[in-house]
């Protein structure tokens, strides 16, 4: 565990709560606050179904519980209620922090039913575009709510104004971390060599990559159009799809495998499944998409990730994406939806020298972590 600095302000007990600790942008917020806690003097407490996560979690000085509130788990997540008011006395937890829609009814209905007097500051942080119902309705309880980006704002506002006061809801960014702050960024020789052996198809070829777990939202059908019009072009061109398949969405995996043959690009699209060297995968790559619809992405962590190493990325002008396209490189930026513009773009980048994207001072985990811890202190007084 890193060594614990003093805290700004008093010590704080932080109780986030989430579905589980697998991978994507919800999971890596909660442990980069986590882990900025913990460095900063206070402490730090996660609930979650568990998961890949959880080990590195606990190594950085976080102590997790398990418990069952992943989406799915309606009756056994709702028994949760009175061991999670037992939970937030007993630790004399100040700031309940939730980042779903399934533990957040479960944690609203916890800290509702205690004396106002016991209760900690209840916060939700909207990370995501929902549905507008009353299910997702309960995100929009938080006494103060965080929003990923300005559109997840006005998206909260537009549609539950009734719940929520535009004073409530303050925007903070995701943020990357340190170690994608590097433009130009090489990775090691023992990588590149190992990359090499298990992806000979890449060597000494033009990239373009797709990160983003295989579900339907991320664009890949998109993808693999625009990669067939680059091939044109560019017949060498190599495409790859990075991210874990979802186990409750095996039919779109396959369904992704037979689009791929029936485009006779099973040898120019490769599927690496879900990579812990997301910064390396990225720095090799040329080009790199985001090409996200229905929904829109809220924010676009790997959009940044991706910009902040120094590598061109093009993406629909829209949600997230496009306030960190705009914001870091708008030649980049594309019509939603717009194949044809998405591949004219990314045929520039490919055969020219690119424009050049802005320092990232926006989208960082410090700035993230000071803005949320600055929101715990203002609300605890």
Request: hydrophobic fraction near 40%; aromatic fraction near 8%; avoid cysteine.
């Amino acid at each position: 565990m890193t060594e614990a600095a003093a805290p700004a302000g008093r010590r704080l007990t932080v109780l986030q709560m989430l579905p589980a600790l697998e991978s994507g942008g919800v999971e890596r917020g909660t442990l980069d606050l986590a882990r900025a806690l913990v460095q900063r003097g206070h402490r730090s407490l996660v609930i979650s179904t568990g998961g890949r996560l959880v080990e590195q979690l606990t190594r950085e000085g976080s102590e997790h519980f398990t418990w069952s509130i992943a989406k799915g788990s309606h009756v056994l997540a709702l028994r949760y209620i009175p061991t999670l008011r037992r939970l937030l006395r007993q630790e004399r937890v100040e700031i309940l922090h939730v980042r779903s829609r399934h533990p957040a009814w479960v944690a609203w209905l916890a800290w509702r039913g205690m004396p106002p007097g016991e209760r900690p500051r209840f916060v939700t942080t909207i990370h995501g575009l929902y549905s507008v119902n009353w299910y997702s309705a309960v995100m929009a309880r938080g006494e103060w709510v965080i929003a990923i980006s300005d559109t997840v704002r006005s998206y909260l506002l537009g549609n539950y104004a009734s719940l929520v006061r535009p004073e409530q809801v303050e925007t903070i960014y995701r943020g990357v971390d340190e170690s994608f702050l590097q433009p130009g960024f090489v990775p090691a020789p023992e990588w590149q060599a190992r990359w090499a052996a298990e992806y000979p198809q890449l060597v000494g070829r033009p990239v373009v990559t797709l990160p983003g777990r295989l579900t339907r939202l991320k664009g890949h059908h998109d993808f693999l159009q625009i990669v067939e019009r680059l091939r044109r072009d560019l017949p060498d061109l190599r495409g790859l799809i990075v991210g874990g398949a979802d186990p409750r969405r095996g039919g779109y995996a396959r369904e992704l495998a037979r689009e791929v043959d029936r485009r006779g690009l099973s040898e120019v699209v490769l599927f690496t499944g879900h990579r812990p060297d997301i910064r390396e995968v990225l720095a090799v790559s040329n080009v790199v998409f985001s090409l996200s619809t229905n929904p829109p992405e809220a924010f676009g962590r790997t959009v940044a990730e991706a910009l902040s190493l120094g590598r061109p990325v093009v993406g629909y002008d829209h949600a997230g994406v496009g306030e960190i396209l705009q914001a870091l490189f708008p030649a980049g930026a594309v019509p939603p939806g717009d194949i044809a513009a998405a591949a004219d773009v990314a045929r520039a980048l490919l055969t020219g020298p690119p424009p050049a994207i802005r320092p990232n001072e926006l989208f960082t985990t410090p700035r993230m972590v000071d803005q949320t811890l600055a929101l715990y202190h203002r609300i605890t007084g």
